[in-house]
């Protein structure tokens, strides 16, 4: 922002859906120049609203049933290529860490899960499925991931929705006992700096989080302006790291 000539106002809601309206009624008083929003619950009308009044940018998550400019990766084609990798490693017996939260990210990620499953013809067992706090929470993560493994038979892999729950999980299964990845895979996303901070060093999907900030400020920009043909949704591209957390499934009982 500083480069393009503007200052940044940046506000932390916590998820919380009456500060993110106070937030946007400050800006829309103080005559903000734009705004982007991340991880928003307004929903269309109130998306819309604020869009009439200043330019809006969606950055990462975006609603998709709102005509407004986004920058975001293709979460479902990042999780299928996850889950074909854990099916290539022999994995059947797949469970995922998913969210309480409804943004578009979470939802896409647990459509490309059980879409992955589907196609291979495997059943998508709705045990093997465990919702997380709304905030992707280490603790929940560590909860959801205790639920998992007790079922029987046990999940050989566990595909996370955030790094964060990945390093609860990771330390719930060597609580009970489990070897992670020689007794069960564990996946992350978004490749945040704690997963390589320990070990097993955590395979994960990176996300571009300084391109993500970057290019929506630009295409913000863009709007301010009044560029011409300024694009309505940009997609940047993700990468399946592979480290140590993940292995060949192992014999199944």
Known sequence: AAELGYSALIFTTSDDLTREREALEMLKKRRADG???????????????YSDHFPVVQCSEFDPGVDIPHVSIDNYQATLETMEYLLSLGHTRIATISSENQYNSTNLRLKGYRNALVRQGI??????????????????????A?????NHPHPTAIFCISDTLALGAITAAREMGYRVPEDVTVIGF??????????PYITTVYQPCYELGKQSTQ?????????KDVPRQVVLPHQLIVRESSSASPKLD
């Open 35 to 49: 705004a982007i929003l991340m991880a928003s619950n307004l929903g269309c009308e109130w998306l819309l609203e």
């Open 123 to 144: 059943e998508v067992r709705e045990d093997y499925i465990a919702y997380a706090s709304r905030d992707y929470s280490f603790n929940s993560g560590k909860a959801r």
């Open 146 to 150: 205790r639920e998992l493994l007790g």
């Open 190 to 199: 978004d490749d945040v700096e704690d997963t390589t901070m320990f070990h």
């Open 219 to 227: 295409l913000l920009y863009a709007l301010m302006t009044q560029r």
